[in-house]
């Protein structure tokens, strides 16, 4: 057979392969094949002439990069795709969760340590209690905490200072704020 046959052959054969490996687990199997006969496609058309094997290998690395894009646009959407790739429907995990929903309204909140938190104890926040970690250092009961971050389920609280007062004491000057612009 003629060599210009065989090298569009194995180009055909590399798409169907490569096909294949979108669509059914192969482990990999199919894709390597797919590689060998486009390899093998290549060689062909060397042996039709350099400049003819040159232009196809340039076609090729161009064609191939964009069936690629193809295929992992496609794949999502294949059955073996959906097997794999995790979705809010399939997924609890990835659900909306209210709960979590939430915790996340209290960042920034402050309310009061209600138990003495060396890492983790109680907090209440708008007369709500939480389970909640300490940052950094240890909180005493009653002191006010601030509200972080939220990690995962777990309230990541610090211990806030109290705040100067800012009614002047009789007979001496008002205090001054270090942070007024």
Same mark, same amino acid.
């Given at each position: 057979?003629?060599?210009?046959?065989?090298?569009?052959?194995?180009?055909?054969?590399?798409?169907?392969?490569?096909?294949?490996?979108?669509?059914? @687990?192969?482990?990999?199997?199919?894709?390597?094949?797919?590689?060998?006969?486009?390899?093998?496609?290549?060689?062909?058309?060397?042996?039709?002439?350099?400049?003819?094997?040159?232009?196809?290998?340039?076609?090729?690395?161009?064609?191939?990069?964009?069936?690629?894009?193809?295929?992992?646009?496609?794949?999502?959407?294949?059955?073996?795709?959906?097997?794999?790739?995790?979705?809010?429907?399939?997924?609890?995990?990835?659900?909306?969760?209210?709960?979590?929903?939430?915790?996340?309204?209290?960042?920034?909140?402050?309310?009061?340590?209600?138990?003495?938190?060396?890492?983790?104890?109680?907090?209440?926040?708008?007369?709500?209690?939480?389970?909640?970690?300490?940052?950094?250092? @240890?909180?005493?009961?009653?002191?006010?905490?601030?509200?972080?971050?939220?990690?995962?389920?777990?309230?990541?609280?610090?211990?806030?200072?109290?705040?100067?007062?800012?009614?002047?004491?009789?007979?001496? @000057?008002?205090?001054?704020? @270090?942070?007024?612009?």
């Amino acid at each position: 057979m003629y060599p210009i046959l065989w090298t569009f052959l194995f180009l055909c054969l590399a798409f169907i392969v490569a096909v294949l490996e979108v669509f059914l @687990p192969s482990g990999g199997v199919f894709g390597v094949l797919a590689v060998g006969l486009l390899i093998a496609s290549i060689v062909c058309a060397f042996q039709v002439g350099i400049v003819f094997g040159s232009v196809y290998t340039f076609f090729v690395c161009l064609l191939v990069p964009v069936f690629i894009w193809f295929a992992l646009r496609l794949w999502p959407k294949t059955w073996i795709g959906r097997q794999i790739l995790l979705t809010p429907e399939t997924d609890p995990a990835l659900c909306p969760n209210e709960e979590l929903q939430a915790l996340k309204q209290l960042v920034g909140k402050q309310g009061l340590a209600k138990s003495k938190m060396l890492l983790g104890g109680l907090i209440e926040i708008e007369s709500t209690r939480y389970s909640a970690v300490s940052d950094a250092e @240890p909180i005493d009961a009653g002191e006010p905490i601030s509200v972080l971050r939220i990690e995962g389920t777990s309230i990541i609280v610090r211990k806030i200072s109290v705040p100067v007062s800012t009614v002047p004491i009789p007979g001496e @000057p008002p205090l001054e704020d @270090p942070f007024a612009a």
